[in-house]
């Protein structure tokens, strides 16, 4: 698995203490706030459970499952939702947390999706953003690390189902998933 590696771009402390950040000005922004994170599916997983024990109030959790049609290594924006919700978001603080952004397209539709349940307000909350490949305007509201177009693997986030329980966040060789 490690051998996989091209480059690891964020140790475990790096991360924690970048989770801590975020965590931290959750925290304060959330004062007397009911606010429901809303994980991801899978990628968001180890991110959710690691930034919800960093914010210090009564937080509800829930998760969302969904595939984007198309290549493996890029996403077409027709999105797929393959577990939704178990609960209303209706009149709820809500806060998306993803793993990574690329060009915005699975996002954008999940927030008009979420948007149609008229939640009181909904943020978005990502650990990694690749800027460059922006195709559809998305606004960030919490953010991990700004990271290169390169294929990103580790802490959560796979390459076909893979290397997601790596601690780090890493690059993975371009043999890997050119060949
Ligand atoms: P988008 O719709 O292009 O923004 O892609 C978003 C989803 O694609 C993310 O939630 C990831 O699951 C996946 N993704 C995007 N870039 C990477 C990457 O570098 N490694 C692994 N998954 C990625
Ligand atoms: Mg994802």
């Given at each position: 698995m490690r051998e996989d590696v091209a480059q690891i771009l964020?140790?475990?402390?790096?991360?924690?203490?970048k989770v801590n950040e975020i965590g931290k000005q959750i925290t304060?922004?959330?004062k007397d706030k009911e606010v429901v994170l809303i994980g991801v599916l899978k990628g968001a997983n180890v991110f959710m459970g690691d930034l919800m024990?960093?914010?210090?109030?009564p937080v509800t959790i829930d998760f969302m499952a969904v595939s984007s049609y198309g290549l493996s290594?890029?996403?077409s924006g027709v999105v797929k939702i393959l577990k939704d919700l178990d609960q209303s978001i209706e009149d709820k603080h809500i806060i998306i947390i993803e793993d990574i952004i690329d060009t915005g397209l699975t996002l954008h539709y999940l927030?008009?999706?979420?948007?149609?349940?008229?939640?009181?307000?909904?943020?978005?909350?990502?650990?990694?953003d690749k800027p460059e490949r922006r195709k559809v305007e998305l606004k960030v509201d919490y953010k991990g690390f700004d990271i290169p177009d390169e294929?990103?693997?580790g802490y959560g986030i796979d390459y076909a189902e893979k290397y997601r329980n790596l601690p780090f966040i890493a690059a993975l060789k371009r043999e890997v998933y050119e060949k």
């Open positions: 964020f140790s475990e402390e790096q991360i924690q203490e304060e922004e959330y024990r960093q914010i210090d109030l290594t890029e996403s927030c008009d999706n979420l948007i149609s349940r008229k939640p009181k307000s909904l943020k978005i909350c990502t650990l990694l294929f990103i693997i």
